[in-house]
């Protein structure tokens, strides 16, 4: 069974830094994407960062300049580097993947199981 696993989640005061991990497991034949949502109380949850499996990123508007992601191939693996850290960033971040399963051949969507992030002021 193809899942992801998140970590690094935590408590941090404003201006901190923390890293978020993502790990894919299972029999996965390729990944086209992998990236990061946040979804705060009575939000939406919304983009954070992206990265492509040809290592092109997108980012949110309000993470620029203080959230690099970055990928592993080799783990499977997404990065979230996040500085400068703002009450606002606190949520709960959400790991999410396109790839394709080698044991059905099928493309799936992903979502981990999420990471709580908390920002004091």
């Known amino acids: 069974q193809v899942q992801l696993v998140e970590s690094g989640g935590g408590l941090v005061q404003a201006g901190g830094s923390l890293r978020l991990s993502c790990a894919a497991s299972g029999s996965i034949f390729e990944i086209n994407d992998m990236g990061w949502y946040r979804q705060a109380p009575g939000k939406e949850r919304e983009l954070v960062a992206r990265i492509t499996s040809g290592e092109s990123t997108m980012y949110a508007d309000s993470v620029k300049g203080r959230f690099s992601i970055s990928g592993d191939n080799a783990k499977n693996t997404v990065y979230l580097q996040m500085n400068s850290l703002k009450p606002e960033d606190t949520a709960v971040y959400y790991c999410?993947?396109?790839?394709?399963?080698?044991?059905?051949?099928?493309?799936?969507?992903?979502w981990g199981q999420g990471t709580l992030v908390t920002v004091s002021s």
């Open positions: 999410n993947s396109n790839l394709r399963d080698r044991g059905t051949n099928r493309y799936l969507e992903l």
